[in-house]
């Protein structure tokens, strides 16, 4: 796939004269200012190198880039520069990140090895992210697991706050949103500090004593700092921590892209659990969205919630012997033993491991379970044609 690189010069001939150029090994886009450069990475942040010129009106090459580090950290930038500018523009590399700075008169051969060198450093940071993420994602989830089969009530109410999570960030689109992702899987960890008495209070809507609801508004904080040391996962634990008292402001007149990622991610949990609660007690969106409005929630998070689905649709639910369970099924009832020991609580998303526990458990008792699953759309048509009852 041909990398995408962005020129920004005042100077519509040297524009034209890079484009020329580097077309057969590029796709390249220009711009005549920093302002344009701007809402053309608003509308496409794909860019793998940005180069500027550093001497621009209204705003210089070093300002730009320094703005566009902030907000597209994942793409190179190199900085041209006459003789004159060498100076500032030096002083610039750090603020702006700047991969490589150029002095011009630039000849050609030397702008395409620096463009080389950009894109392959590029690439490689790119594929270490995606490695670094995909490991810390997958660890998380290992860890969920465990927390689900140690502590299946907090764990149960997670699972649902994360599909809600989830529904909102797919109607968002935030970058870099692994990050979001984490936060509302792991956002009841600190309710393994919790005395699990408490928990089943709250799980059944009991009134909690001032003690015991001072202990469970502990939770976010706890989570927090069990995940504060956790190298990458800094933000991640700062959300879980400001989940139920997000803090900071987000003005309806901001875009939601120029917020920082702490205060869009711990007001995007508290959204979430919200939202869930509302689904639990059966809340019309309707009913729901002008109660959301007066909390002080940007309006394009609540233009999320208006796009998603609150509730699964009963159509995919299904009742099936538990050896028929199969990894994606979503638990929708609580599975008991035949004592009423709640193995696995409603809401988890099953994989091997939870289905291995669950079969386990229910042999060991002797006797093959009925449970009360919601099947993904791939999945039904092989359920059905099996065994089902609605």
């Not at 900071?248 to 919200?274: V, W, Y």
């Amino acid at each position: 796939m041909t990398c995408k690189i962005l020129f920004v010069d005042d100077d519509e001939n040297i524009l034209s004269a890079l484009q020329r150029n580097l077309r057969k090994s590029y796709e390249v886009v220009t711009a005549a200012s920093a302002g344009l450069a701007l809402q053309i990475l608003q509308q496409d942040p794909s860019f793998a190198v940005i180069v500027s010129d550093y001497r621009m009106p209204v705003m210089n090459g070093a300002e730009f880039l320094s703005q566009t580090a902030a907000k597209w950290p994942d793409c190179m930038r190199i900085l041209l520069t006459g003789e004159a500018d060498t100076r500032g523009a030096a002083a610039a590399v750090n603020r702006g990140q700047i991969f490589r700075f150029l002095t011009k008169p630039c000849p050609a051969l030397t702008i395409e090895k620096a463009l080389e060198d950009a894109v392959r450093h590029h690439e490689l940071s790119k594929a270490e992210k995606l490695v670094l993420e995909k490991t810390l994602r997958a660890s998380m989830e290992v860890l969920t697991e465990i927390l689900n089969l140690v502590q299946p009530v907090a764990f149960s109410r997670s699972n649902a706050v994360y599909r809600v999570a989830k529904q909102l960030l797919a109607a968002i689109h935030p970058p870099d949103v692994w990050e979001f992702e984490i936060a509302a899987m792991l956002c009841y960890l600190g309710c393994i500090t919790v005395p699990l008495d408490i928990l089943n209070k709250v799980s059944q809507g009991i009134t909690l004593s001032e003690k015991d609801q001072a202990i469970y508004e502990s939770h976010p904080e706890a989570g927090g700092r069990l995940l504060a040391n956790v190298p990458r996962l800094e933000l991640v634990a700062g959300m879980i921590a400001r989940q139920a008292k997000p803090g900071g402001t987000m003005p309806a007149r901001t875009a939601l892209e120029d917020f920082d990622r702490l205060t869009f991610g711990s007001h995007l949990l508290k959204l979430a659990a919200e939202v869930e609660g509302a689904i639990s007690r059966g809340l019309e969106k309707a009913a729901l969205l002008p109660q959301l409005r007066f909390q002080g929630y940007h309006p394009a998070l609540l233009n999320a919630v208006e796009q998603i689905e609150l509730a699964d649709s009963a159509k995919n639910c299904r009742t099936i012997p538990s050896h028929r369970l199969a990894p994606g099924m979503v638990l929708d009832a609580d599975v008991l033993s035949e004592t009423g020991l709640l193995l696995v609580a409603k809401e988890q998303r099953l994989s091997d491991t939870l289905i291995e526990y669950l079969q386990r458990r229910l042999e060991f008792a002797g006797a093959e379970q009925m449970v009360r699953v919601r099947v993904p759309a791939d999945q039904l048509a092989s359920i059905d044609s099996l065994f089902c009852r609605r």
